[in-house]
């Protein structure tokens, strides 16, 4: 009878999972709570009556920048120095994100935090990826894929605690508070948990991948841009849901919040199970866009709260489901030689996309006012456009590239 090797990281592979649950609070509290974010850091009220929230979107925004800084050492940080490492200082910086962010009281200091979220996000995911995949060796697609599914679930269950946290008559920042304390446990875990050694083929693909040219074709570039339509679809739908939300009537916008993390984790499933049953990833890429564009739109012209409750399953299925790591899958296959520095041109362009449409939001929910929420979903479809252009360009001109390369 032959043991598993691998079974006694089975328990790191959880921590590391953990970390990724709460990320996806990380990545999506700040939206739940603009306004209270607005009146701590002094914002002013608009003309209708409402706080001005578009500071606090800037510092959502901030997450962008704070990856792009970051991605260039994270990497090489995982790469040289271990796993471990940057894991620990990916979930450090999250509970100092979480204490922080509850305890500055303008806006330029909030930013600075949000910016060490974008960092914290970056060393977790050189440090997450590539150890789950050594860890389950036979199954790394599927493992790697859960730790999507970890933020899914995550994303869910926020707005139930958020619920539970107002029920009882306590402050927001008790979430911060309690994520914080159990980032600051799991951060200990990966120091004391064992980890399995490194890929050795890195260094083996380092070198095959010096010898070789990077073809940036036509199709190639639209590969790695999509990362950033991509991402800019669901990012956007993320954080500027709720004013959106208030604006068509509903009561208790965090709610959209559940409808979307269902969404997003079905689709995780199902999008994994239709590829294994022989659906081309470039076919993804182009019908999960389509899709978002006309939710989008119906969003736009049907001003009812059931359309929006609809619009956020079908967002979170088609825009958060996969399509962003389909794209990196994609570009891999452009760079066979070079899987890490394809993956680095994609997430770069993901974290461009957090940072500019982000901004360009609070920009607009500055200057428009009341028909901000509306004005937004114009630019998250032209934006999601794009990204169906760019798809087509990779399903029908990529074929002919990968053929040239060989």
């Known amino acids: 009878m ?23 609070t990380a990545s999506s509290i700040m939206g739940q709570y603009k306004t209270e974010f607005a009146k701590a850091w002094g914002a002013s009220t608009l003309s209708n009556g409402t706080v001005d929230v578009s500071m606090v979107v800037s510092v959502i925004a901030a997450y962008g920048l704070g990856r792009l800084i970051a991605y260039p050492f994270a990497g090489p940080i995982s790469d040289k120095i271990g796993r471990r490492i940057s894991g620990f200082i990916g979930i450090a910086l999250y509970a100092v994100f979480f204490f922080g962010m509850i305890s500055v009281h303008s806006m330029w200091m909030a930013y600075a935090v949000g910016i060490v979220n974008g960092i914290a996000n970056s060393f977790l995911d050189t440090c997450v990826s590539p150890s789950v995949m050594e860890i389950f060796p036979k199954s790394a697609s599927i493992a790697n894929l859960f730790t999507k599914f970890a933020i899914t679930v995550s994303q869910f269950i926020l707005p139930f605690v958020i619920g539970l946290v107002a029920s009882a008559q306590m402050s927001y920042k008790a979430i911060f508070i309690g994520c914080g304390i159990l980032m600051i446990i799991d951060a200990i875990l990966v120091l004391i948990l064992p980890f399995p050694k490194q890929n ?6 380092k070198n095959a991948g010096s010898k070789g040219k990077h ?16 991402s800019a679809t669901f990012m956007i739908w993320l954080n500027c849901n709720q004013e959106l939300g208030i604006s068509y009537g509903i009561k208790d916008p965090s709610t959209l919040q559940s409808f979307y993390a269902v969404g997003a984790t079905v689709a995780v499933l199902l999008t994994a199970q239709f590829i294994h049953m022989g659906l081309k990833e470039t076919t993804v890429l182009v019908l999960y866009p389509s899709i ?3 939710m989008l739109l119906l969003c736009y012209f049907i001003q009812s709260p059931v359309i929006l409750y609809i619009g956020s399953f079908v967002i979170g299925y088609a825009a958060a489901g996969g399509v962003l790591q389909l794209a990196v899958s994609t570009t891999v296959g452009f760079f066979p030689d070079s899987k890490g520095l394809a993956t680095s ?3 770069i362009a993901s974290s461009v996309a957090n940072y500019v449409v982000l901004s360009v939001a609070a920009y607009l929910t500055k200057a428009t006012g009341a028909d901000a929420p509306r004005t937004i979903i114009l630019m998250n479809i ?22 040239a390369t060989k």
Not at 200 to 205: I, L, P, R
Not at 215 to 230: D, H, K, M, P
């Open 345 to 347: 041109l994609v997430m």
């Open 215 to 230: 073809r940036f074709s036509a199709a190639t570039v639209a590969s790695i841009l999509i990362g950033f339509t991509s």
């Open 2 to 24: 032959t043991t598993n090797p691998n079974k006694k990281y089975y328990v790191t592979a959880l921590a590391l999972y953990f970390a990724y649950f709460i990320l996806g």
């Open 292 to 294: 978002s564009i006309v």
């Open 382 to 403: 032209i934006i999601t456009l794009v990204g169906v252009g760019l798809a087509l360009v990779v399903k029908y001109r990529g074929n002919s590239v990968k053929t």
């Open 200 to 205: 050795k083929q890195v260094k083996a693909v």
